[in-house]
Every structure is written in C-alpha cells, then in structure tokens.
C-alpha cells in the first residue's frame, strides 16, 4: 500500500472565515495549506488555486544544500584569509615599531629643513 499524506476533512466553507481578513467570508481552501481564503486574497495559478504564501513558495527555487565538503572549503577559505590578514597586520606593526624615528618624520614634507648632518 502507498503511503499517502492524511487529508484535512472537508468542512464546508459556509461559515469560514479569511485568515488574512477575519472579517471576510472565506470563498476556497488553498490546495497546498488547506487554509480559507477570501476572494481578494486567492489567485488562480495555472488552472489552481492557492494563497499567498503559497504562491511565493512556489516562486522561489529551492535552495541547494551545502554538501559537508563545499562547507569545509569555504570554512577553510575563511580562515586563511583570516589568518593573511592578521599576519599582514602584525608584519606591518613589527616594521612600525622597528623603524627609526627620523624615517617616519613627516615634518620635513611640510618644509621644515633637514637637520644638518656631522660626518666627523
């Protein structure tokens, strides 16, 4: 025997009500969710009705799943760009703290003059 989804049992729609307008008498079932919708909110598609949520579930492709390897890759891709730029950022520290400060003396640019050098 086939298994099959289990039916919601059919209720008349004589006294449902829209559950997006409560106020509203509902007018057809979505096929998909079995929810009552009112005129305004059912739309035929292809021959069908269905709500709205339905239908923009419908509209959007499923999304693929990740297999474990792609994960691992893309995981591993983001810690060696992590670790790069770390390392970048303590080389360029390192060579901050190592360098003389008459190189990083930008006073000079403005046009301040060059202290005179004494080669004796």
Avoid: Y
């Avoid at 269905?50 to 891709?77: D, E, G, H, I, N």
């Avoid at 390392?87 to 190189?103: G, Q, Y």
């Amino acid at each position: 025997m086939a298994s099959e989804m289990p039916v919601a049992p059919t209720t008349s729609l004589r006294h449902a009500r829209c559950l997006f307008h409560p106020l509203r008498e509902a007018a057809a079932r979505c096929p998909h969710c079995g929810g009552t919708f009112c005129r305004e909110c059912v739309t035929d598609e292809e021959g069908k009705l269905a709500c709205p949520p339905c239908l923009r579930r419908m509209a959007r492709p499923p999304v693929p799943k990740l297999s474990q390897t792609r994960r691992f890759r893309q995981v591993l891709a983001g810690l060696t760009a992590l670790a790069s730029l770390m390392a970048l950022f303590f080389a360029m520290l390192r060579w901050r703290v190592n360098t003389p400060e008459e190189h990083l003396n930008l006073g000079r640019i403005a046009g301040d003059p060059l202290p005179e050098q004494n080669n004796e």
